[in-house]
């Protein structure tokens, strides 16, 4: 269409980035941010921040204790489900749904937290999202049919790989320029910021967008299912064979035979820790006994895990013991997309690399914008197009990070006992990143990116000091005490709020300078 | 003679074509996508479970692909017939292996 | 153990920077001489080789993201130090060799 392949790949770049660029931009910062979706849950949930570090070696206790726990609640539930705690979540996780009535598909369900030790409730438990709300948000959005909003986002990312593809064809000398950054050059800085982010981490960008639409595939690509399967009931069964119901034979279950199981899983799964146990219809001859590992830094997602007969504790099945090469190819995939294996160390460099997304969308943006007002001569108006991606840019890119904080804001002085409370946090999120967006669109010039700066240091500033009078805990006390996650959570904050007053300053220096919008365009021509 | 009129005409030519190349890649590199991991689904000879995994997990390559030929190539002539000729083939292809959409 | 890799790999993308005559310019002053850019380029690669080995080696696939890691951090390292003092990168190098040396001791000793 245009004379080359490569005038044709840059045109396709600017457009295909800038028509999905914010929607990428929402999905690329919640994303980021779901990477420390447990630690955020843990900081959102004051009543488990003094749980002590969960020792492994305590969970053959911690099983049979919360099945006597379950015993005495909830003897004829439909499953038992025990969540045991890890190294990021520290409470120990009970769930129980019971026997669905007449006419229902699915029983109630029932959830609680407990400290892992001594079992007891954890007190002024509230009723927070947490982490979730992010790691939700960047594939169901909210306040829509999530499956509406999975085919959004699928879209968005399928424009993110083309776009990630064009500009790897268009950027000839990517290897050329890997270290330039030309600071205080205008548009050229822009362009170099753009790259930088791009290029430093491509490996990511492009494994994340791929894996991102291979852990909706299911849903994208339903046909290749339907040409050797029968139904999507039959392709379940064969992926997740333990989901067969065992027919109930109406004969009580004398005990569980849970030290049989036990022994067989721990002499044959390594040295990895129970993840999580599940013990269907419990009250029958019928009932079965779920393992599952935690797989730990394996890259491989479903966890290996093993069932046994509750009532002799002889093995059933095993299900992702031994993967196929298939198995594995998918499985890593959709592992190296969550980052559940990620320890410490490397969790922090996917997070590095999720900024460097969120900055390479970001900077994309506002480049279009700024070219194009450039491109403007003498006292040409801008259109209506500049104008609302001007808006559109301001209110994404500073309103998101001031509406995590005010969510965080909610978290901590919402009353507990509220009603709603977790829906009240989310709306907060929408309100503040909604003001924002309607405030760029009154006005999104230089003054409004640098009073949007300010208040995003302000409210990431006095985020520690708020956490601080509404706990018990402040950065200097996680400090003696260890609390890494929370000392992390709250210079984290700090950080955030650093970094916005750097750019306050930058802002504000090149407003300082007496030039009037034509002369700094020349003069950003010119350097 | 470079009339305004011929220049308006072109413009409009130009958009109407950078709006059928948007259709054509995005639907036309769905359905090839979706033709090319059936295919795959069906024929691949490992067990049925393995072949439909290999195949969704590949899939999304042959978007990409679809996506930027129809961008990169020149001729809006070939993209248009090429698409179909395409999918014709992968069409015929799958219906003869036993499959179907 | 990480540490070596990580360094291997930011010694290596030194390297591939100071092998760029512009970087080159701005790091000791004059043009790079001679074939000089070339052995640099391929001793670079030979040390991204030698890091990349080394995260299979002691951690598996699991290494292998890592140093994707490493190298995002690398490469951002050095951005940050062209973009603002280009003097640094001479300390930065030596700095670099004596962690290499130290964590290369470490691992030997323990």
């Known amino acids: 269409m245009r004379e080359s392949f490569f005038r044709s790949m840059t045109w396709l770049h600017t457009w295909v980035g800038l028509l999905v660029c914010w929607l990428l931009f929402l999905i690329f910062f919640a994303g980021t941010a779901s990477f420390f979706r447990h630690e955020i849950s843990l900081w959102a949930q004051p009543a488990t921040h003094h749980l002590p570090h969960y020792d492994s070696t305590q969970q053959n206790e911690t099983v049979k204790k919360s099945i006597e726990r379950f015993q005495d609640i909830a003897p004829n539930a439909e499953s038992w489900r025990v969540e045991m705690p890890t190294e990021r979540r520290p409470s120990l996780l009970l769930m129980y749904s019971e026997k669905p009535a007449e006419g229902e598909r699915r029983g109630k369900r029932h959830s609680e937290y407990l400290d892992p030790v001594t079992l007891e409730a954890l007190p002024e438990f509230r009723e927070t999202r947490g982490g979730n709300f992010f790691y939700r948000l960047h594939f169901d959005l909210h306040y829509m049919n999530a499956i509406t909003a999975r085919w959004i986002v699928c879209f968005a990312t399928l424009f993110m790989l083309i776009a990630l593809i064009s500009g790897v064809v268009i950027h000839k000398r990517i290897f050329k320029d890997l270290f330039q950054f030309r600071n205080g050059k205008g548009l050229r800085s822009w362009l170099d910021a753009?790259?930088?982010?791009?290029?430093?981490?491509?490996?990511?960008?492009?494994?994340?967008?791929?894996?991102?639409?291979?852990t909706l595939i299911f849903m994208l690509l339903p046909q290749p299912a339907e040409q050797r399967f029968e139904d999507t009931k039959t392709l379940r069964a064969e992926r997740y064979p333990f989901l067969a119901a065992t027919p109930e034979t109406g004969q009580p279950l004398k005990s569980i035979a849970l030290d049989t199981a036990l022994d067989h899983y721990f002499t044959n799964s390594g040295d990895a820790p129970l993840r999580r146990i599940v013990i269907s219809s419990p009250g029958d001859a019928s009932a079965t006994i779920k393992l599952y590992a935690n797989a730990q830094r394996a890259v491989q997602d479903d966890p290996p895990s093993w069932m046994y007969s509750a009532a002799s504790g002889e093995l059933l099945k095993t299900h992702n013991v031994t993967l196929s090469g298939a198995e594995n190819l998918y499985g890593g995939m959709i592992a190296l997309h969550t980052g559940r294996l990620a320890e410490p160390l490397l969790r922090w460099l996917y997070f590095v690399a999720g900024l460097a997304g969120c900055a390479m969308i970001a900077t994309g943006a506002v480049m279009w914008a700024k070219r194009l007002r450039q491109k403007l001569k003498g006292d040409d108006k801008p259109g209506v197009g500049l104008r609302l991606v001007e808006s559109l840019n301001l209110g994404t890119i500073m309103g998101l990070p001031a509406a995590t904080a005010m969510f965080f804001y909610a978290n901590r002085l919402l009353p507990t006992e509220l009603v709603g409370r977790a829906d009240k946090e989310v709306l907060a999120f929408f309100v503040t990143w909604g003001v924002f967006t309607l405030a760029a669109l009154f006005k999104s010039d230089r003054l409004a990116w640098l009073l949007s700066a300010k208040v995003n240091a302000i409210v990431w500033g006095l985020l520690p000091v708020v956490n601080m009078l509404t706990t018990d805990g402040n950065l200097v006390s996680y400090l003696i005490n260890g609390q890494w996650v929370l000392f992390g959570f709250d210079v984290m904050a700090i950080g955030i709020a650093i970094g916005f007053l750097v750019q306050a300053k930058k802002l504000g220096n090149t407003k300082a300078a007496p030039a009037t919008p034509r002369r700094q365009a020349k003069?950003?021509?010119?350097? | 003679?470079?009339?305004?009129?011929?220049?308006?005409?072109?413009?409009?030519?130009?958009?109407?074509?950078?709006?059928?190349r948007f259709f054509i890649a995005i639907f036309g590199g769905y359905y090839v996508t979706v033709l090319a991991s059936s295919l795959l689904a069906l024929t691949l000879?490992?067990?049925?479970?393995d072949a439909l995994l290999y195949a969704l997990t590949t899939g999304i390559v042959f978007y990409a692909i679809v996506f930027i030929w129809v961008f990169g190539c020149r001729s809006f002539k070939k993209v248009f017939l090429g698409m179909i000729g395409l999918l014709c083939i992968l069409y015929g292809t799958l219906t003869h292996f036993g499959g179907s959409l | 153990m990480?540490?070596?890799?990580?360094?291997?790999c930011l010694l290596a993308f030194m390297g591939f920077a100071v092998a760029k005559p512009n970087h080159y310019k701005e790091v000791f002053g004059t043009r790079p001489k001679g074939n000089i850019t070339n052995q640099l380029t391929i001793a670079s690669w030979l040390c991204l080789g030698g890091s990349l080995a080394l995260a299979l080696k002691t951690q598996g696939a699991y290494g292998s993201l890592e140093f994707i890691g490493y190298m995002t951090l690398a490469v951002l390292l050095l951005v940050a130090i062209f973009a603002t003092k280009p003097s640094y990168f001479r300390s930065l190098f030596y700095l670099v060799i004596i962690g290499i040396l130290l964590s290369t001791l470490y691992w030997i000793i323990f």
Do not use: C, Q
């Not at chain 2, 413009?11 to 059928?20: G, H, Q, S, T």
């Open chain 2, 1 to 20: 003679m470079p009339s305004r009129d011929n220049t308006n005409n072109k413009a409009i030519l130009y958009r109407a074509e950078v709006l059928a």
């Open chain 3, 2 to 8: 990480e540490w070596l890799t990580f360094l291997l």
């Open chain 2, 45 to 49: 000879p490992t067990p049925r479970l």
């Open chain 1, 194 to 214: 753009h790259n930088v982010s791009s290029v430093v981490a491509l490996p990511f960008h492009i494994m994340i967008t791929y894996t991102g639409l291979v």
């Open chain 1, 523 to 527: 003069r950003e021509v010119n350097a």
